[in-house]
């Protein structure tokens, strides 16, 4: 073990807040030592998410990063080398997926340590960049439809007109498709390019978000929406208000400051339709669900593009740049 903990790996960290895809530096530091709740893990596939460049920014300081300079990333699967003294689910080759602290990220290395309570099995169909894309968008996108606008998934609830926003995206692409395992009428948003795509996803109609009646979000077919699961941006509440059944709710997973106005106003007004704001908390038994769900074939993971890890700077970029069409995965 301290042979282990003496050896270097290859990590991409950043110093300082700001700086973008040129913050990022190529650095050889000690393999990290797995405490005693701890998995360590050689990593095969991590996955980017937007709030790890928005953490870069600042967007959360001084809470997050926990200190500089900073390995950032959270959402990683590979395989179990070594284990913390009280861990008991796992032990040496096992394969998993995980995520990582936000605070400490570690994702852009060739190993990093987990948390044994935010580690689950990879059986092996499920491959690593495939189940590295599912930590963060997909539990946010599993919390919203199951907790947010209440959909069983197993299909047994009473039938719900869902709106996905930025259906194209990370969190969007797992939202239409989950969505569809309850029962669920999906309109869906994204780019002209993408129609196709999305309606492939499962989606039962689809907007381009840059046609007036797609930035109207008015369901081609008359629907009414119980619940919009909101991964885009920049969408005021007068055009979600006349869409909306007599309780639909807005689920906004990137809350402005005039949204968070607009939750207190409806919450003190004692409006039906409802605006609310959400945080993805990760929970195993839920990553663990989305893993068998991927076994079984239920739900995928679309992949926009893969990058080394020698070329995160580029992955990153690609993220910013607010493009991608599901997740973009960089490969130790
Ligand atoms: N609250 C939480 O816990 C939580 C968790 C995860 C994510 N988030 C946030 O949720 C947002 C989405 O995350 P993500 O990972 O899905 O992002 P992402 O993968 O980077 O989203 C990119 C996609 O959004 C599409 N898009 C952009 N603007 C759009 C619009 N106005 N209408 C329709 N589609 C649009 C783009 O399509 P085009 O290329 O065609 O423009 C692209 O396919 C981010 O702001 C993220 O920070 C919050």
Redesign the pocket.
């Known amino acids: 073990m301290a042979a282990m903990a003496a050896k270097l790996m290859h990590a991409v960290q950043y110093d300082g807040y700001g700086g973008g895809p040129s913050g990022l530096k190529h650095v050889e530091v000690p393999i990290p030592t797995p405490k005693k709740d701890e998995v360590l893990l050689k990593l095969e596939a991590a996955s980017i ?3 790890d460049w ?1 953490i870069q920014k600042g967007l959360l300081r001084p809470i997050f990063p926990r200190k500089f300079p900073h390995i950032p990333v959270t959402d990683v699967a590979g395989e179990v080398v070594e284990v913390g003294q009280g861990v008991q689910k796992f032990k040496a080759g096992d394969k998993v997926v995980a995520y990582l602290n936000a605070g400490n990220g570690g994702g852009f290395a060739e190993y990093a340590t987990a948390s044994e309570s935010l580690t689950v099995t990879r059986p092996p169909e499920v491959s690593a960049a495939d189940a590295a894309g599912l930590p ?2 997909g ?2 996108a599993h ?1 919203c439809l199951t907790q947010a606008a209440g959909v069983k998934l197993d299909g047994t609830g009473p039938q719900k007109n869902i709106l996905v ?9 797992y939202a239409v498709q989950l969505a569809k395992l309850g029962n669920t009428h999906v309109t869906a ?6 129609i196709d795509f999305v309606k492939s996803l499962g989606a039962d109609e689809v907007l381009d ?2 046609t007036p009646e ?1 930035a109207a979000l008015n369901s081609p077919s008359g629907r009414k929406y119980d619940a919009v699961i909101h ?5 005021p509440w007068s055009t979600f208000e006349p869409n909306l059944s007599p309780n639909g709710k807005v689920i ?4 402005s400051p005039s949204a968070l106005l607009t939750f207190a106003l409806k919450k003190l007004t004692f409006s039906k339709k409802q605006l609310v ?5 990760a929970k195993a038994e839920n990553l663990d669900y989305l893993v068998k769900l991927v076994k079984e074939g239920k739900l995928k993971t679309v992949i ?1 593009s893969k990058f080394p890890l020698s070329k995160a700077e580029d992955a990153w970029a690609k ?1 910013i740049d ?7 995965i960089v490969e130790p």
């Not at 926003?165 to 692409?173: C, F």
């Not at 991964?231 to 969408?235: A, L, P, Q, R, V």
């Not at 906004?252 to 809350?255: E, F, Q, R, V």
């Open positions: 998410n937007p709030i928005k963060v968008a539990l946010t919390q926003t930025a259906a194209s995206g990370g969190v969007g692409q948003t994204c780019g002209g390019r993408n978000y840059k797609g991964c885009s941006t920049g969408i906004d997973i990137t809350p704001p959400l945080l993805m908390s926009d993220s607010g493009h991608a069409t599901g997740k973009i």
